[in-house]
């Protein structure tokens, strides 16, 4: 089983605001393994079987090996509407929102 992220002992997710994607990729580029582009040409993360999760706001679990890819894709991303997250709480810790 893949170890999902966690800073300071806590879990994150992802997830994205599709409203203000610009269909670019590069989160795809940075992270294949968590985000896509879809048909419709905007970005969604994916769930445990490799699907889209393609509700608004769905969210996808961080997995470790991967927290630099997230974060940079997050950071990188020209729509600034990458948003990662501790699951215990949802504050934003990493992202637009982000303190
Ligand atoms: S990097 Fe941001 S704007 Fe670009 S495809 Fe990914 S989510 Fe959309």
Redesign the pocket.
Known sequence: MQQDAVVGGEALEVW?DQDL????????QYAPEV?E?DIDG??YVKGAGEELLQAPGASAPVPLPLLTDVVD?ARE???E??HVRRVSDSVEVYGPDAE
Do not use: K, M, Y
């Not at 994607?21 to 795809?28: F, K, Q």
């Open positions: 994205i994607c610009t269909g670019d990729g590069i989160c795809a985000f582009l905007l970005a894709s991303c020209p729509g509407c990458i």
